[in-house]
């Protein structure tokens, strides 16, 4: 699991794990908390599993282990964002031009499946 204080920008339009809700960008929860609150606030915070269409994206937030991994469809890419090894294969979890990973441990996992996996490890961004 990735510590609080680490927060990541992703792909120029989501901000993973960060402790303060920012409205320039989509803010994407590691923990689950309670359903979405459309219109409430100034930020998208998307922080309950479940389907999303948010500025143009499809986002599909999933549970395992008591975390949120996310399945992201953009105009030109689809993008997955996982928290730890068991969400690889979590059924939702679709085909992905670009996984970004948390710990070193699901980029390992990953490549003894031997598949064509684009992976960022997300302490190296």
């Known amino acids: 699991?990735?510590?609080?204080?680490?927060?990541?920008?992703?792909?120029?339009?989501?901000?993973?794990?960060?402790?303060?809700h920012n409205p320039a960008y989509i803010n994407l929860s590691t923990t689950?908390?309670?359903?979405?609150?459309?219109?409430?606030?100034?930020?998208?915070f998307i922080n309950?599993?479940?389907?999303?269409?948010?500025?143009g994206c499809f986002i599909r937030a999933i549970v395992e282990k008591d975390m949120l991994h996310y399945m992201i469809q953009m105009q030109?890419?689809?993008i997955a964002?996982?928290?730890n090894k068991r969400a690889v294969?979590?059924?939702?979890?679709d085909?992905?031009?670009i996984w970004y990973v948390t710990d070193?441990?699901?980029?390992?996992?990953?490549?003894?499946?031997?598949m064509e996996w684009d992976i960022i490890l997300m302490e190296m961004i």
């Open 1 to 20: 699991m990735i510590p609080t204080q680490w927060w990541f920008l992703l792909e120029n339009t989501f901000l993973y794990n960060a402790d303060e």
């Open 32 to 44: 689950v908390w309670e359903p979405m609150q459309y219109n409430k606030n100034d930020t998208t």
């Open 48 to 55: 309950f599993p479940g389907e999303y269409d948010v500025n």
């Open 76 to 78: 030109d890419k689809k």
């Open 81 to 83: 964002i996982l928290g």
């Open 89 to 93: 294969q979590h059924d939702s979890m």
């Open 95 to 97: 085909i992905a031009d």
């Open 104 to 114: 070193a441990s699901i980029q390992e996992t990953m490549e003894k499946m031997e």
